[in-house]
């Protein structure tokens, strides 16, 4: 069985998945939606709040997903 592989692109060394989603209106709010998320995760890291960390993470894992980079 034959492997798909995932576009990937490379930043400061390192590979990233890239989002197989057009650009457009949909996927414009899920980048806003992501970047929003992974603010809220830099909030509770500096509240030190694991709960909201918790909340926050699972939205950015939501987010990454519905973008197809998870």
Do not use: I, Q
């Amino acid at each position: 069985m034959e492997m798909l592989k995932a576009k990937t692109k490379k930043f400061n060394g390192k590979s990233y998945k890239v989002s197989p989603l057009k650009e457009g209106p949909y996927k414009k709010g899920l980048v806003k939606n992501l970047m929003k998320a992974r603010r809220e995760v830099k909030v509770a890291l500096d509240k030190k709040d694991k709960a909201l960390e918790r909340k926050a993470r699972n939205k950015v894992h939501k987010f990454k997903k519905k973008l197809g980079e998870r």
